[in-house]
């Protein structure tokens, strides 16, 4: 259950298309792969399979969970930088906390969103919090990465901290479905976000068996993510389920619907994600923490991250915190491996 929840009866509706409104057509749909990322937390690959251009301004997205974790279990990232592009995290539900080496950070947490511009160069951790470790408890959220045109792939660090509660809501015609805007803009419905890319990045909740018909501008690129549930898109209703990604074509308007029925009897919505912007229509080269125009660039941003330029870690500095189980799972682990294995960080 997201943690941001209202009256669609009381809010602002959306309003309705026009004649002259055409609807954006389905191009694709692709499902993200199972995967694991940081420490090893489970993870959703939502653009594998997506050609940079329909992603464009868009890099990379990893849906975290939904994980019911057991005591202990719960994991995240250790220290590691950036350069290049914005790192969103989005928390439907449970805490993630965050530090970085430019003084931002803090608890993201039921319908939170930490917005950090990497810029020129951060290094930052994103871990649970003590008490999720040694509770355990329920873990959803989003990974975003947006670049940045060349223009402010060195800009200055910046971290902005969005509470749940300052996003924008707004409710479908019929009232059948609640909008969260977090950034950019819906039907003249401003969210809170700052962004160097002109984006707009909005979640949804569905009942079962409503629609949710949004404009949305045609200079925008439209990305339809499903994080759970059982759907359509587009004009002609495409099927689409959790965990895949819908590229849209040209138009004015969206239209994302819910099926009367979940396959959970208990399932009474479904929760989408709304991903659009600008293309940058720039060189993309992306290794690791790094997302610059040319290869000359990425070795650079190593060579600046050896030598320390992104700042240091801290004093005091937030770790991450391992439980009993995790522990023991480490130890048992370097007993039967006998060498350490790496993997890259994001």
């Known amino acids: ?27 694709s749909i692709t499902t993200g792969p199972r995967g694991y990322e940081g420490e090893g937390f489970p993870v959703v690959r939502a653009f594998a399979g997506v050609s940079a251009a329909a992603l464009d301004p868009f890099v990379h997205m990893d849906q975290m969970g939904e994980v019911d974790y057991q005591p202990g279990e719960p994991r995240g990232t250790d220290w590691h930088p950036h350069r290049g592009f914005e790192t969103v995290t989005y928390m439907l539900d449970g805490k993630f906390a965050h530090q970085d080496s430019h003084g931002g950070g803090g608890l993201i947490t039921d319908g ?66 609640l909008v969260r805007i977090i950034a950019g803009e819906i039907d003249g419905h401003r969210g809170p976000g700052v962004t160097h890319t002109p984006i707009t990045l909005a979640h949804a909740t569905i009942e079962n068996g409503a629609r949710l018909n949004i404009p949305w501008r045609r200079d925008f690129n439209a ?9 359509y898109v587009g004009p002609v209703g495409h099927p689409i389920h959790a965990g ?4 849209l074509g040209p138009g004015d308007r969206i239209t994302v619907g819910a099926e009367p029925a979940q396959d959970s009897s208990s399932t009474t919505a479904i929760e989408v994600l709304f991903l659009g912007g600008q293309p940058i229509r720039e060189p993309v080269f992306h290794y690791g923490p790094f997302v610059m125009n040319s290869r000359a660039e990425l070795i650079e941003a190593l060579e600046d991250y050896q030598a320390g330029k992104f700042g240091n870690i801290p004093p005091n500095a937030l770790m991450p915190h391992r439980g009993v189980a995790q522990s023991a799972s480490a130890i048992n682990g370097e007993a039967q491996a006998g060498a350490p294995t790496g993997r890259e960080s994001r």
């Open 1 to 27: 259950m997201p943690a941001i929840t209202a009256d669609t009866l009381t809010l602002p509706r959306i309003t309705a298309a026009s004649p002259s409104d055409t609807e954006r057509p389905v191009r």
């Open 112 to 177: 939170a969103t930490q917005w950090m511009t990497a810029g020129s160069g951060i290094l930052h951790i994103e871990t649970p919090p003590v008490e999720l470790v040694e509770s355990g408890g329920l873990f959803h959220g989003i990974q975003l990465w947006v670049n940045l045109p060349k223009k402010d792939k060195f800009a200055t660090p910046r971290y902005q901290a969005i509470a749940g509660g300052d996003a924008r809501l707004l409710a479908s015609d019929d009232g059948g479905a």
């Open 223 to 231: 990305l339809i993510y499903l994080l759970s549930g059982s759907g």
């Open 244 to 247: 895949q990604l819908a590229v």
